[in-house]
């Protein structure tokens, strides 16, 4: 065996079978290869490395070498290959400076600090090393004559050990920016199952792979995992109420549950997250290799922010549904008055909400057709009468016409009922159900030629919301059973909506509704109207 020490001898094919750097055979981290680029000239160079290099490995993965005989030709890979870890660079190629002329041309137009750049030369007086080391950005410089087979693998293993701390380095700011910008839209997710979907995303994406997953929590009622959310091969999970016994995950997954700590035991590795509120859920991805001691850390990194946010929304669902049923009380304090309206609320609930998609669906240009408002609109349409808790009971359940003084004193719930909202919704920071309740009650008795009450407002100075349940509101009365008023027949009630549009009601919401009931027919029926 040549004596490694020996830098004066030139026979760098020597001992090329003694020095394999590792064995190829070994289960790898990460099936791709190292690619290593040869930039030379010389066709017996390109051979005699490729020689040289056959039975190297570095970490169980194997060299995959490309070749390029000019600078020009280099710079066309490494621009059009991906993951290139290590360059062998000649100097004198081309032209005199062809290699340094690359090696700028690397850092500079290909912005690639990744790739370890080695200088290997023949003619050490045309590339002085000193000057060569301080105005290129190069890792390491050789000449030719100094390369054994001995010292080229340390050269070459030393380089790759050098990219790969730099790939993890970069892997993990990645990684980190990932979570970051995850957990952020995590936080905007409103449901269990898009929040668990979008956890499954995020961890696929800090994986770098497309890994299959599923998350399940831990059911209360039957003590086992139930799947929220899957992905990949598992998507068919999603429809199951609980993980089927015999799920190649379940074993993963259970000891995750009763060890209450993360298993990473490749194919099958399961993240355990306790959360705060002592809820328990796992995360089980199946990449194609096992996971990198560095994604373990930002995985388990992730899981600290997942606890955090499933524990947020959480609490924003149960103060969701507070405010949901404070709604709902208000809404049912004004029913229980008006005996006859019990079905009225819930209908235009649900057709607010139908009209309001329609017109986002037809492409309506109106500044009030928000997310918020879509969201909305059915729940706070509820609460249109809730100003007549204030109206006495001989003018409100009186069963004949009102005179004009009972008229007056009806007409006054609007205010009532916005005043009421208003004073709620300032209680709550930004948009919420109060908002636009105290809007549709003030607004959906105006008119949207200007001839409508309390206010006299017209067009798009009465907000949306009042516009979409204005039209709502006599259209379900027309068709159901009043103190004061049988019901009217289904084609009058259209041919009467239909002749007000544009002046009593908005051209656009009216087409929204016909386009609707056209396909979709109301009920007929006085469901709980008795």
């Not at 929590?217 to 998507?235: D, E, I, K, L």
């Not at 990194?301 to 103060?319: E, H, K, S, W």
């Not at 008229?407 to 709550?428: F, K, W």
């Not at 039209?471 to 084609?491: N, Q, S």
Request: with cysteine; aromatic share 6%.
């Amino acid at each position: 065996m040549t004596d490694p020490s020996d830098a004066s001898d030139d026979n760098w094919l020597l001992d090329e079978d003694d020095e394999s750097g590792g064995d190829a055979n070994t289960a790898p981290i990460d099936q791709r290869l190292w690619r290593v680029l040869i930039v030379d000239d010389d066709v017996d160079v390109h051979a005699v490395t490729r020689l040289a290099l056959r039975n190297v490995a570095f970490k169980g993965r194997e060299l995959e070498l490309f070749s390029a005989y000019s600078g020009a030709e280099g710079f066309r890979i490494l621009r059009d290959t991906p993951d290139i870890a290590l360059v062998l660079l000649d100097v004198v190629m081309e032209t005199d400076d062809a290699g340094l002329i690359l090696a700028r041309r690397i850092r500079e137009e290909l912005n690639n600090q990744l790739v370890r750049v080695v200088l290997r030369t023949g003619q050490p007086g045309q590339a002085p090393e000193q000057r060569v080391i301080i105005e290129y950005d190069i890792n390491d410089y050789k000449a030719k004559t100094e390369l054994t087979t001995q010292k080229l693998f340390t050269t070459v293993i030393s380089a790759l050990r050098a990219y790969e701390s730099l790939m993890m380095l970069e892997r993990s700011r990645i990684g980190l920016g990932k979570i970051l910008a995850g957990a952020t839209n995590l936080y905007q997710i409103h449901s269990l199952r898009e929040f668990a979907s979008g956890v499954l995303n995020q961890v696929s994406a800090i994986l770098d792979v497309g890994a299959d997953g599923v998350l399940c929590v831990m059911s209360a009622v039957t003590g086992g995992p139930t799947v929220v959310a899957a992905t990949g091969h598992y998507t068919a999970l999603a429809d199951s109420e609980a993980l089927p016994a015999d799920h190649p995950l379940m074993p993963a997954i259970a000891k995750a549950f009763r060890e209450k700590q993360s298993q990473f035991e490749h194919p099958a590795n399961v993240l355990y997250i306790h959360t705060q509120e002592e809820r328990q859920l796992c995360i089980s991805v199946t990449p194609p290799w096992p996971l990198a001691p560095i994604q373990r850390d930002l995985l388990e990194v992730f899981c600290q922010r997942i606890a955090a946010a499933f524990d947020n929304l959480y609490m924003f669902g149960q103060l969701r549904r507070a405010q949901e049923a404070t709604v709902v009380a208000l809404a049912d304090l004004a029913e229980f008055r008006d005996h006859g309206t019990g079905g009225h609320v819930r209908r235009v609930q649900d057709l607010s909400s139908r009209i309001a998609q329609r017109m986002k669906q037809r492409g309506v240009d109106d500044p009030g057709l928000s997310p918020q408002l879509l969201e909305m609109i059915g729940l706070a349409s509820i609460l249109h009468d809730v100003g007549k808790v204030s109206t006495p009971d001989q003018v409100l359940l009186k069963p004949a016409a009102h005179t004009p003084e009972e008229r007056r004193v009806m007409q006054t719930h609007a205010q009532i009922g916005r005043s009421i909202l208003e004073r709620a919704a300032s209680m709550v920071d930004g948009v919420s159900y109060l908002t636009y309740g105290a809007q549709i009650a003030g607004a959906h008795h105006e008119h949207f030629d200007g001839g409508g009450y309390p206010e006299g407002l017209s067009g798009r100075d009465i907000p949306l919301s009042a516009r979409i349940v204005a039209v709502v509101d006599v259209f379900d009365a027309l068709l159901h059973r009043r103190p004061y008023k049988e019901p009217w027949p289904y084609p009058d009630v259209v041919t009467y909506i239909a002749e007000r549009s544009g002046t009593q009601f908005d051209p656009e919401v009216v087409a929204a509704l016909l386009e609707i009931i056209e396909t979709s027919p109301p009920m007929l029926v006085d469901i709980e109207d008795d």
